[in-house]
């Protein structure tokens, strides 16, 4: 579909963008832009823009809004630029300490398991000194050593998943 372009269509556009449409017109442009479909688009479509201009610049509270110059306006966008380069390079590091911080929480588990046998002797020797003072506690040591490694595990986690979040989210 091809648009006819009308011969006056720049004219309305001026009337009309410097506030001269209807009354400080000529007749002739007037009577023309009413019966000609195109203007009379480019009158509605002007005004519209006209009428949002003027809003905008209400809102803002200046009559005229200085544009930054053109250096300034490339330098944020070099400083943009480089910044999300930065942060593009950065992702992979971020997720190389997430799976490093999953290798160490699950090193330390495996140390846990290791030196497990070894702690269970103390147990032992601890259970022997309270067994004299209370008759319950060899009943809470047996519960307490066989949950330890569950408390331990979920210690670690608790101590190491902060971290590990905070080394894969830090960019963020």
Do not use: N
């Amino acid at each position: 579909m091809t648009r006819r372009i009308c011969e006056h269509e720049p004219a309305v556009t001026q009337v009309v963008l410097s506030r001269r449409w209807p009354d400080g017109c000529e007749q002739e442009l007037r009577a023309h832009a009413e019966a000609c479909e195109e203007c009379r688009e480019v009158v509605a479509i002007a005004a519209l823009l006209r009428e949002d201009y003027d809003h905008a610049r209400e809102a803002i509270g200046r009559r005229d809004v200085p544009l930054p110059s053109a250096g300034q306006i490339w330098w944020r966008a070099a400083v943009h630029a480089r910044a999300e380069a930065v942060q593009a390079a950065a992702r992979p590091l971020v997720w190389g300490y997430g799976v490093a911080a999953a290798c160490l929480i699950g090193l330390l588990v495996a140390g846990i398991g290791v030196m497990w046998p070894s702690v269970l002797p103390a147990f032992d020797r601890v259970g022997a000194l309270t067994a004299r003072f209370a008759p319950t506690a060899d009943m809470v040591l047996a519960t307490l050593r066989a949950q330890m490694p569950i408390v331990i595990g979920v210690a670690a986690c608790l101590i190491a998943a902060p971290i590990a979040l905070y080394y894969a989210l830090r960019e963020e």
